[in-house]
Structure formats: C-alpha cells, structure tokens
C-alpha cells in the first residue's frame, strides 16, 4: 500500500507546455511499472506514458509520441510528465498509477491511482 499524489496540471494555450508531477511511495518507485494516464469526459481512460523500472523502457500512446516525456527521479521518489506542444484534444484529467497487474503498461490495469490533475488547453 501507498499514495499516490500528483500536481502540475493546469489550463495553457495550444503549443504550451506543463510538467506533471507525482510524488510516490517508495515501495512503488521501487516497483514493476509506473505510467501516466488521462481520461475526458465522455471518454474511456487511456494510457499515455509509462515507465518499465526493470530496464527503464519507456512507452507512449501514438498521439504523444515526440511530445510528452515521461521521468523518473528516485531520489524524490517522483515521476514526471514533461508535456510539450500541448494540443486542445490533450484536455482531460491526468492521474498517476502504480503497481501494474496483468496488463500492458499502457493499460489501466494498475492497482493504485491517484487522484488526478486537470490539465486544459485552450485559446
């Protein structure tokens, strides 16, 4: 068990950028996976990035790939999600997860959330 809490989400103009942030748990910093995830209204929630601890891999959906970058710092016990080129359709609640079970990384299947940060683009 542990917590999950992020922060950095807020509203920008298309082609801004924001860096997400999520304070973990040491036991999940020292875990199989974390990964960034983000849901609109009326939408399913969708894997964005995510992190493989075991050798580092990194995973992007298609439609941030060359724009979103996740990190990870364990010092700070901390992953981030550097967002750059921000596009109106990136408009949705972003969470961080930890604790993959049974599915690929970029699914929701991850034990622990937390409780999201709105990020909003718009002009």
């Known amino acids: 068990q542990g917590q999950l809490e992020e922060s950095g989400g807020d509203s920008v103009q298309p082609g801004g950028s924001l860096t997400l942030s999520c304070v973990a748990s040491?036991?999940?910093?020292?875990?199989?996976?974390m990964a960034w995830l983000r849901q609109s209204p009326g939408k399913e929630r969708e894997g964005v990035a995510a992190?493989?601890?075991?050798?580092?891999?990194?995973y992007y959906h298609d439609s941030v790939k060359g724009r979103f970058t996740i990190s990870q710092d364990k010092a700070k016990n901390t992953i981030y999600l550097q967002m750059n080129n921000l596009k109106p359709e990136d408009t949705a609640m972003y969470y961080c997860?930890?604790?993959?079970?049974?599915?690929?990384?970029?699914?929701?299947?991850?034990?622990?959330w937390g409780q999201g940060t709105q990020v909003t683009v718009s002009s």
């Open positions: 992190i493989w601890f075991d050798n580092g891999r990194r």
């Open positions: 040491a036991s999940f910093i020292n875990g199989n996976a």
């Open positions: 997860a930890a604790d993959l079970r049974g599915g690929g990384v970029l699914s929701t299947a991850y034990k622990y």
